[in-house]
């Protein structure tokens, strides 16, 4: 999730990027399930939106086989840096330095890609018209993003729904929409595109896995500055120095499963 493009910075640090990459393998198996059923496939020129360290691009290149190139942009150059690393043997994919609103190649692409980038713009249709204009006739469009709202313990857990609020709170405040998981068909419609096709996968996370208060707890520590500079939660009552503990410690003793965010995907083919 990069949000160099959003009011709401989540940086380039290296406690940052280990957040990505965790963030990233959650929702791994979903979005391999999602490119798959938008079409993404061999022999296609992709563009990957806000990629990042490379997530995404990486995960299109597994399903080009010989052929095909996936280009990944992002304004951040810690990131693509880390990317262009991490992909330094995969010459079907690239990286560029670039922001989605202006940026434009020579050669059209056949698809277009955008996971957790929506997210971050408040101008998102326009950027969405503005990377149409680069897709081949009958190209595709496939925009990923998380619907936050549906993130929940079960059994309900306060603590949890407490965090999950203050979470939700510092993006909205920041400008980001964190359910726009759920709007999306709705955005490609608006963008311009037809028979637009949209659904969503969740995860879950036993009370004895790790991961999940590492994701919540991570997300919360980067999210800190911001939701105290909004009055959402003070320092002390986030507690970050022992967040992932307590949250893993009430967890267990609940028994509780952690919902992760849907990760909902939309696809349609220009006309």
């Not at 993003?145 to 510092?170: C, H, K, M, T, Y």
């Not at 999940?212 to 919360?220: E, H, I, K, N, Y």
């Not at 959402?232 to 967040?243: E, S």
Request: aromatic residues 4%; charged residues 15%; contains cysteine.
């Amino acid at each position: 999730m990069t949000a160099t493009l959003s009011n709401c910075s989540l940086g380039s640090s290296d406690e940052e990027i280990a957040r990505l990459d965790g963030q990233s393998a959650s929702i791994e198996a979903a979005t391999r399930l999602l490119l798959r059923a938008a079409g993404i496939g061999p022999n296609m020129r992709v563009i990957d939106l806000g990629t990042g360290t490379g997530h995404v691009a990486m995960l299109i290149k597994d399903l080009f086989g010989a052929g095909g190139q996936v280009i990944g942009i992002d304004t951040s150059a810690k990131l693509l840096e880390v990317a262009s690393t991490r992909a330094a043997a995969q010459p079907q994919v690239r990286f560029v330095q670039g922001d989605v609103r202006t940026w434009r190649d020579e050669a059209p692409f056949d698809a277009i890609v955008g996971r957790l980038i929506l997210f971050h713009l408040h101008d998102a249709v326009a950027v969405l018209k503005h990377q149409l204009a680069a897709l081949r006739p009958g190209g595709l469009l496939l925009a990923l993003d998380f619907d936050l709202g549906a993130s929940r313990a079960e059994p309900a857990i306060p603590f949890l729904a407490q965090l999950l609020g203050w979470v939700n709170a510092a993006f909205h405040h920041a400008g980001a929409n964190s359910a726009i998981g759920t709007k999306l068909a709705l955005l490609l419609a608006e963008a311009g595109l037809a028979d637009v096709q949209t659904f969503g996968v969740q995860g879950y996370i036993a009370p004895d896995d790790p991961r999940g208060p590492a994701l919540l707890s991570g997300v919360v520590r980067t999210l800190a500055p911001q939701i105290a500079a909004a009055g959402i939660a003070t320092p002390a009552q986030m507690g970050i120095d022992t967040l992932e503990a307590r949250i893993a410690d009430a967890v267990r003793f609940a028994g509780a499963v952690i919902l992760l965010p849907v990760l909902a995907g939309a696809w349609a083919r220009e006309r």
